[in-house]
């Protein structure tokens, strides 16, 4: 009996070995300010920021390949003091020219306290593939509570990822 449990134990092992080998994983930080020119009107209206990528650079690794996985783990709108009011949701998406408009996360409702708040991520959310590119824009749909006839509108972005490449 003993030896079949050391048997099962070793097989596991190689296995757990063999799947995590090769790969890297890197967290990073991008940050980027969303904006748009007013007016807005009430419902949808959109903020937008272009990303520039040196992949390699943001993950500190010049061997980098290809980017296997990319996991939104965390994001967070910044926005001036009393702004948030004005919001009923908001939708955070990508989109650039080889890939579809994914949405990576939402909030519903939006507390209108304070400067910031956190996003529901998505967890079906593939988004590895906008990493393979030089660039991908952010959109931030802001679903207005009443018509604002404001200049412009600015929301400070800050998205946690975990990124696994080769």
């Known amino acids: 009996m003993k030896r079949?449990?050391?048997?099962?134990?070793?097989?596991?092992?190689?296995?757990v070995?063999?799947?995590?080998?090769?790969g890297k994983t890197s967290n990073i930080t991008l940050e980027t300010t969303v904006s748009a020119d007013g007016?807005?009107?009430?419902?949808g209206n959109s903020l937008v920021a272009?990303?520039?990528?040196?992949?390699?650079?943001?993950?500190?690794?010049?061997?980098?390949?290809?980017v296997t996985s990319v996991t939104l783990?965390?994001?967070?709108?910044?926005?001036?003091?009393?702004?948030?009011?004005?919001?009923?949701?908001?939708t955070l998406q990508f989109v650039s020219d080889a890939n579809p408009m994914t949405t990576v996360?939402?909030?519903?409702?939006i507390?209108?306290?304070?400067?910031?708040?956190?996003f529901t991520t998505s967890d079906e959310a593939e988004i590895e593939s906008f990493f393979n590119e030089e660039s991908f824009t952010v959109l931030l749909d802001l679903d207005f509570k009443e018509d604002q006839y404001l200049e412009t509108v600015e929301a400070k972005v800050n998205m946690n990822l975990t990124i696994e490449y080769k």
Request: proline fraction near 4%.
């Open 73 to 90: 783990t965390k994001a967070v709108m910044q926005m001036e003091e009393g702004a948030l009011a004005s919001f009923n949701n908001a």
């Open 4 to 15: 079949i449990i050391q048997t099962t134990a070793s097989f596991f092992l190689v296995l």
């Open 111 to 118: 507390s209108g306290e304070g400067k910031s708040v956190s």
């Open 105 to 109: 996360a939402i909030i519903n409702p």
């Open 50 to 66: 272009d990303i520039p990528l040196n992949i390699k650079e943001l993950v500190g690794d010049e061997s980098l390949q290809e």
């Open 39 to 43: 007016p807005f009107f009430q419902g």
């Open 17 to 22: 070995l063999f799947a995590c080998g090769g």
